[in-house]
């Protein structure tokens, strides 16, 4: 074995993380997760910042490792691309582009844009509205026709997918119910005569649910997500009806009939954190534990800067701390094989898994579009509605030259913030509404909360470092 | 792999690709002797040799065929090259003229013309 020691050497890209008692690296950009045994571990640790040679290392290692293993460990973090030759670029990512015609999976079906609670913070009627849902050109409700050709236009643009979701959203959805009805009908009979299933889901806010509806959500095995902040203090404070009274005592009971009753589809809740409602950990234990949701999801509202509702920095450092908090708990649960249901960690944890590496923040104007309720197709049921997100329509199709333009300005690597962060292959940006919300454009990073993310993603690499460690077989679930 | 444990799907395709294919991921190892010919120095044909601004020219006496763009000396200028090139007043006027380019070589074209 010759050795050829002499070239000076460094750190490449990666994130290194401590969990169950050894060192992982998260690796940039391929996401790959790798462990360290205790020889490679001390060469990294070793060479730290500096630029060193392997003989170097080699020698600064005599005595607690063989030169054998030194050589080994650095030739293996080579080979992976953690450490390469001092001074020399690494050479950036490709831009690959998806491939077209590339297939729609999941429509998200604005069926209204009415809604009859008033929650202040609302991206569709509060003040950060992108489309005028009030006295706009849109409809306040779908019809059935366009609800029908938005199920053409589905089937069509899904080409050899087998399983296509459709997704109602609002407004209140459930303030069009018969329409709604009437599409699940109609689009089951069209995929079954295609070959092809269709599932069902639907966000609402629950005010509306009446025993027979909850009878039809059940039956038809619609997955549900209800919208709500949490226990009765908390939820009333935004979450309003027009005059302003809360919506939980309204609320409550609906929910635990929906639950009681529909047990076809996990049923989830999705929370909004807000300046004033940031108690995540109790939040969940009212909404898990006490209402019995299955799975419960939080995001911090989508603002532009200043509003009253808007968190601040102080704020999103609490967020962290009770996130992390929750996060222990489903460690905890995880390595018992029990379910827990904080569905924030869990979905990280199955994209660190599989090593997903992002090119875009989402699928919006990829895999997922959303139609408004004259029958324009939009990114997604965010900017549903908006002219200017516009990416055709159900009549006519998408307009894949304006879709290729938006794949084109919004891949990652025209995001030039992002090309030092670490946690670019889950993030890859963040969501385009936020940014648009916060810096009026879509193509831009949401720059506010790049460190809460890389906390985050370092707590949840965390967690499946220790799920890889002492309870593999609980990660099979995402194989 | 020895000291390198593949944890997620992702770390075990690479695994899988370097016992495959290690010499094209990797080039030439450091701390054994390569199985191949060490890689010599990189040198596009057709380029100038010469990396001395007011040089590149390619051998046509052109541009066009030099491997690295004009504009990225120009970007040179401005951080204590000689060659007295017109590249915005990054002091007073376009203090975000390199917001954007973070790497020279990957980020060139986003070095835009500043109109006074």
């Not at chain 1, 202040?120 to 992108?130: S, T």
């Not at chain 1, 039809?216 to 997500?225: F, K, Q, S, Y």
């Not at chain 1, 992390?324 to 649960?333: G, M, V």
């Not at chain 1, 919004?410 to 916060?438: N, V």
Request: a negative charge; one cysteine or more.
């Amino acid at each position: 074995m010759t050795v050829r020691t002499e070239v000076k050497l460094s750190t490449r890209e990666f994130h290194a993380f401590d969990a169950a008692g050894r060192k992982f690296l998260y690796m940039v950009p391929s996401a790959a997760v790798f462990g360290l045994d205790e020889p490679a571990a001390a060469v990294l640790d070793r060479l730290g910042e500096r630029k060193m040679s392997a003989a170097e290392i080699v020698a600064d290692l005599d005595g607690r490792f063989s030169s054998e293993d030194v050589l080994h460990s650095v030739n293996e973090l080579m080979q992976v691309r953690a450490i390469g030759e001092a001074g020399v670029l690494q050479e950036p990512a490709p831009k690959q582009m998806p491939p077209t015609p590339f297939p729609l999976t999941t429509m998200v079906l604005n069926v209204t844009n009415q809604c009859n609670l008033s929650c202040g913070y609302c991206y569709e009627y509060g003040e950060d509205k992108i489309v005028d849902t009030e006295n706009g050109r849109q409809p306040k409700f779908m019809n059935e026709e366009t609800a029908r050709q938005s199920v053409e236009f589905m089937l069509e643009e899904s080409g050899e997918i087998e399983t296509v979701h459709l997704t109602f959203f609002g407004g209140e959805t459930l303030m069009n119910f018969p329409v709604l009805q009437k599409t699940v009908e109609y689009a089951r009979r069209r995929a079954g005569e295609l070959g092809k299933g269709v599932e069902f889901s639907l966000t609402t806010n629950a005010t509306l649910l009446r025993p027979d509806i909850i009878e039809w959500l059940a039956d038809n095995e619609i997955g549900v997500t209800v919208s709500i902040d949490g226990p009765k203090e908390m939820q009333d404070q935004f979450r309003v009806f027009k005059g302003g009274r809360g919506s939980y005592d309204i609320v409550a009971p609906k929910v635990r009939e929906l639950l009681r009753r529909h047990r076809s589809r996990p049923i989830g809740a999705r929370v909004t954190l807000t300046r004033n409602v940031l108690d995540v950990q109790r939040i969940y234990r009212h909404l898990h534990d006490e209402i019995g949701f299955w799975e419960v999801g939080f995001a911090p509202v989508t603002t532009a800067w200043g509003r009253d509702w808007a968190i601040d920095d102080s704020g999103f450092h609490a967020m962290l701390g009770q996130f992390n908090a929750l996060a222990e708990d489903f460690l905890e649960a995880a390595l018992q094989n029990r379910h827990h249901g904080f569905s924030n960690v869990k979905d990280t944890i199955e994209e660190i898994h599989k090593g997903v590496s992002k090119a875009y923040p989402c699928g919006a104007g990829l895999g997922l579009m959303g139609v408004a309720t004259d029958g324009d197709v939009s990114l997604c049921h965010r900017f549903a509605g908006s002219p200017e997100h516009k990416l055709g329509s159900v009549a006519d199709g998408v307009d894949h030259s304006l879709q290729q333009e938006f794949l084109e300005k919004h891949h990652l690597s025209e995001k030039t913030d992002c090309h030092t962060c670490w946690a670019r292959p889950l993030c890859s940006g963040g969501c385009y509404h936020e940014a648009y919300t916060r810096y009026g454009t879509t193509t831009g990073p949401n720059l506010h909360y790049c460190e809460w993310i890389r906390s985050w993603t370092d707590t949840c690499l965390r967690v499946y470092g220790e799920l890889a460690s002492h309870n593999p077989g609980y990660l099979a679930v995402f194989n | 792999m020895r000291h390198l444990q593949p944890i997620n799907q992702k770390a075990s395709r690479i695994e899988r690709y370097l016992e495959h294919d290690v010499v094209a991921l990797s080039g030439q190892p450091v701390g054994y002797q390569a199985p191949q010919q060490p890689e010599g120095p990189h040198i596009p044909l057709g380029c100038s040799l010469v990396f001395s601004p007011g040089w590149e020219v390619d051998r046509t006496g052109g541009t066009a065929g030099l491997c690295q763009p004009v504009e990225r000396d120009l970007f040179d200028c401005h951080l204590g090259c000689f060659w007295p090139a017109h590249v915005p007043d990054q002091l007073n006027k376009a203090p975000d003229w390199t917001a954007k380019c973070a790497a020279a070589q990957k980020d060139w074209r986003k070095l835009d013309l500043i109109f006074p």
